[in-house]
């Protein structure tokens, strides 16, 4: 199991970006596949999730901002965050819960900072 993350970078506040994560080593569409993120001193929190035929599931406090969805003829699952804003600066991890073992990509990073 394989997951590479990309498309961080720094943005200003109210920005977007689209995050990518490219999945590889198992039957993509048949697993739920998750957004985390960290920031610096905190806990790893869950972004959002999609099930393979793409019910999506987003932290309350991210709704309205965050979307997600998948591409499974790409073996990709995109984080698209909107409206972005200081407390968004984070490592964004992908991950997926591979017969009750997770599996977690490097993480990419996002700053919004101006």
């Known amino acids: 199991v394989q997951l590479v993350e990309s498309g961080g970078g720094r943005v200003q506040p109210g920005g977007s970006l689209r995050l990518s994560c490219a999945a590889s080593?198992?039957?993509?569409?048949?697993?739920?596949m998750s957004w985390y993120r960290q920031s610096p001193g905190k806990d790893r929190e869950f972004v959002a999730h999609i099930s393979p035929g793409g019910t999506a599931a987003v932290a309350d406090a991210l709704k309205g901002r965050f979307t997600i969805s998948r591409d499974n003829d790409k073996n990709t699952v995109y984080l698209q965050a909107n409206n972005l804003k200081a407390d968004d600066t984070a490592y964004y991890y992908c991950n997926v819960d591979y017969y009750a073992t997770p599996y977690w990509g490097k993480g990419t990073l996002v700053t919004v900072s101006s």
């Open positions: 080593g198992f039957t993509f569409s048949s697993f739920l």
